[in-house]
């Protein structure tokens, strides 16, 4: 066989960059409670503004609830083309059948690969560094409530290089003649959202 010059195909980095609007990541990470019960959180990312886009907590995930979340994620036809997962073991044949059925092409990365879904694995590293390595987790409830209070601040306040320094929700520019800067604190001061009062 002659050996062609270069790559054969696109490179991963190429695909991720040429189909970002039409991507999403999904992965599970753990967190222990109190009383050391472990919890897991599973995450569905929009690559193309980094926004997550549904989240959950389990103490017992399965196929069949892993399935549910993507149904959940997903409605009215607001699949993405694609979808990028690792090889866990709790995506299984029901986890797969509802991919089809939304019409979503997967991509399981390679063995040992966290980079090929780096994005996501991204967004884990930023939700435990800036919320839940401050937080005791009580249970189930107590760890939505926190996530849900951090989501907002994530995609409201929180800038992106990857977006210019801009958030996953676009906001506008205020200009001086707003009014002072003013702070307020998110997730018990843990964080702040700063903007101009007009007031």
């Known amino acids: 066989?002659?050996?062609?010059?270069g790559p054969?195909?696109?490179t991963w980095k190429t695909f991720i960059q040429n189909h970002l609007g039409e991507i999403a990541a999904i992965d599970f990470f753990t967190?222990?409670?109190?009383?050391?019960k472990t919890l897991y959180v599973f995450v569905v990312l929009s690559l193309e503004r980094r926004r997550i886009v549904h989240v959950n907590v389990t103490s017992n995930?399965?196929?069949?609830w892993t399935r549910l979340q993507l149904i959940q994620a997903f409605p009215f036809d607001s699949a993405p083309r694609y979808l990028i997962r690792d090889r866990d073991g709790t995506y299984g044949r029901k986890v797969v059948k509802a991919l089809e059925i939304l019409g979503i092409k997967r991509f399981v990365t390679a063995p040992r690969s966290?980079?090929?879904n780096g994005y996501c694995e991204r967004v884990?590293?930023?939700i435990r560094r800036e919320c839940l390595d401050h937080v005791i987790v009580l249970n189930e409830q107590h760890l939505r409530r926190v996530l849900k209070e951090y989501l907002v601040y994530y995609h409201e306040s929180r800038t992106h290089l990857g977006l210019a320094k801009d958030c996953p929700v676009p906001r506008a520019v205020q200009s001086r003649d707003a009014g002072p800067v003013v702070s307020a604190p998110v997730l018990g001061g843990l964080h702040h959202r700063y903007y101009r009062d007009a007031a």
């Open 61 to 64: 995930p399965s196929a069949a």
């Open 1 to 5: 066989m002659v050996r062609q010059p």
């Open 31 to 36: 967190v222990p409670s109190i009383t050391f």
């Open 8 to 10: 054969p195909s696109q």
């Open 124 to 126: 884990i590293g930023s």
């Open 114 to 116: 966290p980079w090929q």
